[in-house]
C-alpha cells in the first residue's frame, strides 16, 4: 500500500482566519522536528462527525516549518461535515494525524512551471509556487477566485512571485481560460493544479487539445468535490436483501466496512482506485467524484469509487462478498 498510516498525537498550536470561510490551523505533532516533506503533501486527521470516527484529508501549506504541520480548512455547509468540526476546534486541542505522505511526483528539471488554483486548491500550489520560485524557475500562478477578497495567501503569493501571480476573479469578469492558457504554454511545460472536479475535468481535456502530453498536467484534488449536491443516498447489495444508507456525512466505502461488507482502499481520496466496486444498476445518478477513472468509464457507469464518489438515488453494486465465505 502506497499509505501506510502511521498516527501521531498532536495539538492544536493555533488558528487564524484567512478569509471569509478560510482558516488556517497550525497543528504540531509531539516530538515534531521539522523535517522536509515532498510539494504536494497532505496528512490526515481524525475528525468525529455525529459521533462516529472519521477520517479527512488535507493538503500541507507551504514548505516545511519548525512551527508544525499547516492546513487550511474552507469552511463548508456542503460537505460531509469535516470542515464544521475542525472549525470548532480551539488552540490547545489534542488531534491525532498521519504522518505527510504524497502522490505528487514533481520534476525539477523543467524549463517552464504553470500553477493553477481553484479557490481553497491553493493550499498544495503554495508550496510548489515557494520550491520553484526558491530555484529561480520560470513559473507562473494562475488563482482562479470568486474574488479577492476571498483569496487566501494572496498577499503572500504577490510578494514571492509579483507580477507572476495572474489572478481571475469572478467579479471582476476575468474567468480562467484554460484552452487559451495551455494553448500559450511552450512545449516540455509541466503545469501543476488543484482545484474542484469540474476545474479539473476542463483542465484534462484543454492540456489534450492543446497538443502536451497528459503525464505533463499534474494535480492535487478535492476527495469531496463533485457535480451534485453532497445528500443522503443509498446503496443496494446485489442478490441479498441488504440495502444501506449513506448519510452525508459518510462515504460509501465507511459505511460499507462498517457494515461487514469488507472493500479493500488505500488513499480514500480517488486516486488510486483501489475500492473501485462493480454497479449493477443506477436507478439515479451517479457523482463520480475519483481522479483515477477515464471520462469513457465514468460515463459507462460500470464501477465507482467507494471512498469518495456518491449518487442520487438508489445504486446496486456487487462487493463481490461471498455468503459462504463467511
Known sequence: MRFIETWIPATLVSTRDLAPGIREFLIRPDGFDGAAYPVGSHINVSVTICGLPETRSYSLVGEAS???FTIAVRRAEDSRGGSRYMWQLAPGARLDITRPASLLAMDWARQNYCLIAGGIGITPILGAAQALARRGADVTLHYAVRSRKEAAYLDDLAGLLGDRLVVHASDEGDRLDLDALFASLPKGALALLCGPMRMLDGARHAW????H??????YETFGSSGRLPTETFRVRLKDSNVELEIPRERSMLDVLNAGGFEVMYDCKRGECG????????VDGEIDHRDVFFSDHQKQGNAKICACVSRARG???VDTLLRADAI
Do not use: Q
Open 314 to 316: 438508489t445504486i446496486t
Open 274 to 281: 483501489l475500492c473501485a466496486i462493480d454497479v449493477v444498476e
Open 213 to 218: 502530453p497528459l503525464p505533463d498536467l499534474r
Open 208 to 211: 489534450i487539445g492543446a497538443g
Open 66 to 68: 519548525p512551527a508544525g
